[in-house]
T-cell receptor, first 115, second 113 residues
């Protein structure tokens, strides 16, 4: 089954404790992206990757890191989480990053609470 | 980044009615647009793509007006299961090419029995 998976789905942590949210897709997509969704603010892009070893900042990259060592994986790293990073996070992937066919497939989301 | 704007609603509509909502975009270079549907606490899922003047899929019709820079979504014979948040999406461009998607904040639709 074609899908985007994220882990963990739910996470409660404390300020300053490094964490990683994994994202994996099995569709051989080149383009992958991370978003956060907050009430009243909608979906905002954190980082995206056009291909292996190619990553770039989105709208709200501060406090986050990513890596793209393999095509299928795109982990999101919070080196020192803070309470303002409490949010719902979505990973997404797309087959054609540079053409009109840019519909993205989303993972199920990760709910993060930073105390 | 250029923005995509939507009326947040909520739109309260009786079952069986026709409902339409618009989305405006500010980047005139955008060529393709999308409507995503998002149920509460779930991931967004693609509903329709719009590449030219419009697209129809069953009870759903999406239309694009490039001159006025808006996209519309029309839902006919609305069902209770249509209750959701509808996200308008446009490509985000910077420099030499498309580098992501810009999402509107969504329009909340409630279909009432």
């Amino acid at each position: 089954e074609a899908q985007v998976t994220q882990n963990p789905r739910y996470l409660i942590t404390v300020t300053g404790k490094k964490l990683t949210v994994t994202c994996s897709q099995n569709m051989n997509h080149e383009y992958m992206s991370w978003y956060r969704q907050d009430p009243g603010l909608g979906l905002r892009q954190i980082y995206y990757s056009m291909n292996v070893e190619v990553t770039d900042k989105g709208d709200v990259p501060e406090g986050y890191k990513v890596s793209r060592k393999e095509k299928r994986n795109f982990p999101l790293i919070l080196e020192s989480p803070s309470p303002n990073q409490t949010s719902l996070y979505f990973c997404a992937s797309s087959l054609f990053p540079g053409t009109v066919k840019r519909d993205q497939y989303f993972g199920p989301g990760t709910r993060l609470l930073v105390l | 980044r250029k923005e995509v704007e939507q009326d947040p609603g909520p739109f309260n509509v009786p079952e069986g009615a026709t409902v339409a909502f618009n989305c405006t975009y500010s980047n005139s270079a955008s060529q393709s647009f999308f409507w995503y549907r998002q149920d509460c606490r779930k991931e967004p899922k693609l509903l329709m793509s719009v590449y030219s003047s419009g697209n129809e899929d069953g009870r759903f019709t999406a239309q694009l007006n490039r001159a006025s820079q808006y996209i519309s979504l029309l839902i006919r014979d609305s069902k209770l299961s249509d209750s959701a948040t509808y996200l308008c999406v446009a490509p985000a461009y910077s420099g030499g090419g498309a580098d992501g998607l810009t999402f509107g904040k969504g329009t909340h639709l409630i279909i009432q029995p």
